[in-house]
């Protein structure tokens, strides 16, 4: 079987370990924006061979890692000219935008759009890893509208790589991930833009911060040719939730200001209740 | 040698696993607002009796490792009551205001203040761990107000816990502390009580959260009773902040809203040199 991995980065790398394991007899393309990493990605034996374009009628399955615009930008080509019983797989962070490129294309049943829940704030396939997709969410989205041999296929490859899989709609999808990804990215950069800042005048200060910063700061280090794509396609659900972010900052602030201190100690305590939510989902997922 | 700790939860536990492996001959006792993780503390191991009132006459060193507004309510007394070569060391996370109270007492000398970089988002004796301290800066203030043979002592088994000592004014420390350690807390609870709300009626919506949600929610488990007292002693400098925060959001937001994806893109690329100055914090660390 031969897959063809456009983008051979922290998920396509780690998507082509997973094929080598668990597909028997696979040959892995790789095709690649940096020259660099692909030579990269072939030296660390992640692909056997490049994809040119000349091969994409040969492929049986080809995955689609890359930032969401180009992703956008390419997968019409790709349908057009894979041979009819390939299979197309996304795996960008925005669904609705994809589903409804291709929605009415001929070869709408070899594309399905999946959103693992699995990543690091690494780029490139020397961040690629084993066991990046173990015990992980992936959501697979109008997987009825996906041919259901290759569905079939997909399903037993994720599940085969640990996957846990979900079913959702496109629209529903890019909604609900904002609140539990794309915000956590921008409050992220912020955070790390206001120390930064403050920086400049007290150079000592990141002397001061502790394994608590680092940890709310920790996505500040993602790469803006992933995150900024994914603003402007989600970018609807992404201004209204955070102005409900600023909004809950800003009562924050107000009760500080006016010393309610009271109100302040009851309104973390509710929040405190994060912790069983959190424990709750990671002892579900562990039961799978 | 007889040390009593006021607050046996996670700093105050952890400050006697390391009193019990580096102070020879060490008696320990606690002392506790909630009765029952005093005997937890002793259950553990982690002191050897109760200190009683009475008793505080009788201790060579007293740790204060509870929050930081009953630390100030508590403080004059305890340096009132201890004998005339006993030193008290607090820990709490504000130091302005517990450096002022004790400026003009007749035993300021039997005072230090410090605040070790160093925690979970847990709490409670069972929270306390041996390494806790390791290669974690530990800030003194005012060293220079402690008498010198009481601050040999400390700075000494310090460095024995394997404490990075850093000597810092007080005013400067909370002006400070608030970018790298007050901020990312209260970033971290609006995120949380930001997704409970709207979890309210997208049950599933946890499912989706990844390890870069978890990493940055991760703080908003901490418990009021230590961070709400932080809050009040330190108001005008969190309050400050936290409005440099909410401007960048909301700049943030404008460009999104402008479709001006080339600043964002800019803005995150800047932001994501924010890796180099961490890393370059770690190997300094690392070599003291």
């Known amino acids: 079987m031969k897959i063809g991995i456009i983008g051979?980065?922290?998920?396509?790398?780690?998507?082509?370990?997973s094929a080598r394991q668990h597909i028997p007899d696979v040959e892995i393309y790789g095709n690649n924006r940096s020259q660099a990493n692909l030579q990269k990605s072939l030296d660390l034996g992640?692909?056997?061979?490049?994809?040119d374009e000349a091969m994409i009628k040969?492929?049986?399955i080809i995955l689609l890692a890359i930032p969401v615009d180009t992703a956008l930008e390419r997968l019409v080509d790709l349908l057009d000219e894979v041979n009819d019983n390939a299979l197309i797989i996304d795996f960008g962070s925005t669904k609705a935008?994809?589903?409804?490129?291709?929605?009415?294309?001929?070869?709408?049943?070899?594309?399905?759009?999946t959103h693992p829940i699995a990543g690091t704030e690494y780029s490139g396939p020397a961040a690629a890893l084993p066991n990046l997709f173990e015990e992980k969410i992936q959501i697979l989205c109008e997987a009825h509208k996906t041919r259901p041999d290759l569905l079939e296929w997909a399903q037993d490859w994720f599940k085969k790589t640990g996957m846990i899989l979900?079913?959702?709609?496109?629209?529903?999808?890019?909604q609900q991930?904002?609140?539990?990804?794309?915000?956590?990215?921008?409050?992220?950069?912020?955070?790390?833009?206001?120390?930064?800042e403050k920086e400049k005048d007290q150079s000592a200060i990141f002397d001061m911060a502790g394994s608590g910063f680092s940890s709310t700061?920790?996505?500040?280090?993602?790469?803006?040719?992933?995150?900024?794509p994914i603003f402007e396609q989600n970018k609807e659900n992404i201004s209204e939730t955070l102005s409900q972010y600023i909004n809950n900052l800003n009562q924050f602030k107000q009760l500080l200001d006016a010393n309610r201190f009271d109100d302040l100690h009851e309104q973390i305590l509710e929040i405190n209740n994060i912790r069983q939510i959190l424990e709750g989902i990671t002892n579900t997922k562990n039961n799978k």
Chains 1, 2 share one sequence.
């Open 58 to 60: 040969q492929m049986d």
């Open 8 to 17: 051979v980065g922290l998920i396509g790398g780690s998507l082509a370990i």
């Open 177 to 196: 991930i904002t609140y539990v990804s794309h915000l956590s990215h921008i409050s992220s950069y912020m955070l790390g833009k206001t120390v930064m």
């Open 46 to 51: 992640l692909v056997d061979f490049r994809l």
């Open 166 to 174: 979900r079913e959702m709609d496109p629209v529903e999808h890019d």
């Open 97 to 113: 935008a994809i589903c409804q490129q291709v929605a009415l294309h001929s070869k709408r049943g070899q594309f399905l759009a």
């Open 217 to 228: 700061v920790r996505l500040a280090k993602s790469s803006p040719f992933m995150w900024v």
